[in-house]
T-cell receptor, first 109, second 115 residues
């Protein structure tokens, strides 16, 4: 079945450092979405990528969709304490979304 | 963004009882709703896809007779956990998918504890 893996599972960074999480799917995706979930909360939609090789930016966040549409990355520049949370990618195929394993980000002030 | 509500937010029940969780899209029509389960510090696991007016499609390993899903209208889907057992304790989250934008909107989740 559909498998979406993320690495790393956990990441601790000093405030101001950069952070990247990688998402890899076992199958080709029609789109990929990224979500952020704070402890005790529900996932909040960040962005969707659809095109092969697409790159989108949201302030300090840069999202990339691989050429083969099987992998994606989220890069945060100069992390802040407000970036703390778990970041999930969700691979879309046939109007269903399969969540990645998530990367838990801790930012040390 | 669009708003999805879930009720109840927390429920504690005895083993063997059934629990119904409601998921409502408040300001859009959700042609499709998804039900997920999330265990502590783990990812969201898709349980089933619910389309209005038709039977839900369950993911492999999810018992359809145990997790009854009804999507009676474009704004309401319900998940009933029948004969709940302690291993069913989890965080259940629904999401609404309008279809037009390919974005799903999540409810706040329901924390189920089965004693």
């Amino acid at each position: 079945g559909q498998q979406v893996m993320q690495i790393p599972q956990y990441q601790h960074v000093q405030e101001g450092e950069d952070f990247t999480t990688y998402c890899n799917s076992s199958t080709t995706l029609s789109n990929i979405q990224w979500y952020k979930q704070r402890p005790g909360g529900h996932p909040v939609f960040l962005i969707q990528l659809v095109k092969s090789g697409e790159v989108k930016k949201q302030k300090r966040l840069t999202f990339q969709f691989g050429e083969a549409k099987k992998n994606s990355s989220l890069h945060i520049t100069a992390t802040q304490t407000t970036d703390v949370g778990t970041y999930f990618c969700a691979g879309g195929a046939s109007n269903q979304f399969y969540f990645g394993t998530g990367t838990s980000l801790t930012v040390i002030p | 963004g669009a708003v999805v509500s879930q009720h109840p937010s927390r429920v504690i029940c005895k083993s063997g009882t059934s629990v119904k969780i409601e998921c409502r899209s408040l300001d859009f029509q959700a042609t499709t709703m998804f039900w997920y389960r999330q265990f502590p510090k783990q990812s969201l696991m898709l349980m089933a896809t619910s389309n209005e007016g038709s039977k839900a499609t369950y993911e492999q390993g999810v018992e359809k007779d145990k997790f009854l899903i009804n999507h009676a209208s474009l704004t309401l889907s319900t998940l009933t956990v029948t004969s709940a057992h302690p291993e069913d304790s989890s965080f259940y989250i629904c999401s609404g998918f309008p279809g037009a934008t390919d974005t799903q909107y999540f409810g706040p989740g329901t924390r189920l504890t089965v004693l």
